[in-house]
């Protein structure tokens, strides 16, 4: 009998020495509340109803705003921030040299003008000076190998990517690339259901500090921030989850109960989405702000049907976004935020 109690002894302590060391979090739901929580007019800069209704991305260079969408066989369409004036149009929609197939999401260095985009079809990262490509030149593909990545952005320190899950192991999730060829992996996930995984991870918003040192990833629907060191490869610090993701019965995410972040826009100083409440008929008609632990800092909403994308200018003052109103007008429109 005792040695059947020591034996079960031994057992409990290796299963509580297992749990101890696993990295497993608690999730932890609470309603964001922001200290500021008001009504604002945006000031529209264009309304055209002619304008897609799905643009990939949007930016601010030196006085323009550069949209990524499908248009008259160019991916990439320019125009003035101030007048709303259309400038132009880059980046050949096709396979041959300097033309991409699909251009997702893009990095814009600022301080460079070095803008680059990954096309997901062509397996090929792509790169080029702003101002050329408004001046009509071609990007220049970049030899690198990141297979059947999904988004590619450049770092000081090299290359994050990452692969949706369908597309991949399900145990592989980000990926970092030095520029000396090491590659750092992140495997965890913030749920354990893979089946939600695959329909809500498909497409994460990702936004980092201009020196690469930190990351924030959400994924839509459903509210939650994840944070990550990037100084020494892949680190998580913590996860801010917010609403609930609810299933409908075919077990894919009931985006209408669940609500979450349409599109994101990171700085060094703060977090900024367009959010869809839960219950609110899928519109995007808010913008929130994040500080970089997580914390609701400001809440803007807006009586348009729907904001699709968003910007900030250089000093961080005026918030540009595009949206549709209440007759299914888009619009490309700007908010001071230096006024509320």
């Known amino acids: 009998m005792k ?3 020591n034996i079960l002894s031994f057992f409990l302590i290796l299963i509580a020495t297992i749990s101890c060391n696993q990295k497993e979090e608690k999730v ?4 964001p509340v922001f200290p500021v929580d008001k009504e604002v007019e945006l000031e529209m800069i264009l309304v055209d109803p002619l304008m897609p209704n799905v643009i990939s991305d949007i930016d601010y260079y030196n006085g323009k705003l550069i949209l990524t969408y499908r248009l008259n066989d160019r991916h ?5 921030a101030e007048s709303g004036e259309e400038l132009g149009s880059s980046i050949n929609i096709g396979q041959g040299p300097g033309e991409m197939i699909y251009l997702n999401k893009f ?6 003008g070095t803008f680059t985009a990954y096309d997901w079809m062509a397996y090929q990262l792509y790169s080029g000076n702003i101002d050329s490509l408004f ?3 071609s990007p220049s593909p970049v030899n690198e190998d ?3 990545a999904y988004s590619v952005f450049p770092l000081p320190q090299g290359y994050f990517y990452y692969q949706p899950p369908y597309n991949a192991d399900k145990e592989r999730r980000f990926f970092l690339k030095t520029h000396n060829g090491e590659i750092a992996t992140y495997e965890g996930y913030p749920y354990d ?14 936004g980092f500090f201009k020196d690469g040192t930190k990351m924030v990833a959400a994924s839509y629907p459903g509210l939650m921030l ?7 490869g892949i680190e998580k610090t913590h996860t801010r989850y917010y609403w609930k993701i609810f299933l409908g019965n075919d077990g894919s995410p009931d985006t209408e109960s669940s609500g979450g972040m349409f599109d994101f826009y990171c700085t060094d100083n703060f977090i900024y989405a367009t959010l869809v409440e839960p219950n609110n008929g899928l519109r995007a008609n808010n913008i929130v702000i994040f500080d970089w632990e997580g914390n609701p800092v400001k809440i803007f909403r807006t009586k348009y049907k729907k904001l699709f994308n968003l910007c900030i200018d250089d000093e961080e003052r005026l918030l540009y976004v595009v949206g549709e109103d209440n007759d299914g007008i888009r619009f490309l429109a700007k908010l001071d935020l230096t006024k509320h």
């Open 146 to 148: 990141f297979g059947s």
């Open 3 to 5: 040695k059947i109690v």
């Open 193 to 206: 259901d893979f089946k939600l995984l695959i329909n809500i991870c498909v497409s994460y918003r990702n």
């Open 226 to 232: 994840e944070f990550f060191d990037l100084r020494n």
């Open 76 to 80: 990439i369409h320019f125009f003035d």
């Open 28 to 31: 932890v739901y609470s309603d």
């Open 135 to 137: 001046n009509g030149a």
């Open 107 to 112: 990095s814009l260095d600022r301080k460079t």
